[in-house]
């Protein structure tokens, strides 16, 4: 079975997260189990991971990564920002954090439909041996890029 794995990050103060990014980790929880089965057929297997984020992260907190790749990518979406009042208790002060905007919605916290077209995507992109899949997104290098000279945008250069 090849791997594809599904990335999600989150603002962990002493154990607990906020309210939007909550209900984003449920949503990614089941978006997984539901395409899982669904993917194993096609001979790939799904694997979920968690990231706790500190609050100096909060940028990338509310984040699905997928093979690497921000779903927001995935699906031509664009990041945007909003007030968090459970951030805000968290941290003990204002904050701003990550929504997702796709087409003219804008989601704080992330459906489960949105998460499994975007594996989907990834899915797609995987079999057909698209290797942006892999390049962009990486913590691997730990600037939340692929390591190439271009892309600061979060694209590639590849």
């Known amino acids: 079975m090849i791997p594809l794995v599904v990335e999600w990050r989150h603002l962990a103060v002493e154990g607990e997260t906020c309210e939007r990014c909550s209900g ?15 993917l194993a057929l096609r001979g790939i297997a799904l694997e979920l991971r968690e990231t706790e984020l500190p609050p100096g992260e909060i940028a990338h907190s509310n984040e699905v990564l997928i093979d690497g790749v921000p779903i927001e990518t995935l699906l031509r979406g664009e990041v945007a920002a909003s ?61 939340g890029g692929c390591g190439c000279s271009s892309g600061s945008d979060g694209s590639c250069c590849r």
């Open 24 to 38: 984003t980790g449920a949503n990614v929880r089941a978006a997984v189990a539901a395409m899982g089965s669904v």
């Open 83 to 143: 007030a968090c009042p459970s951030c805000a208790d968290l941290v003990g002060a204002p904050c701003n954090c990550r929504t997702v905007k796709v087409g003219e919605e804008e989601f704080e916290e992330l459906p489960e439909s949105l998460i499994a077209a975007a594996i989907m995507t990834a899915a797609d992109r995987h079999r057909a041996g698209d290797d942006r899949t892999h390049q962009t997104g990486s913590r691997e290098n730990g600037d």
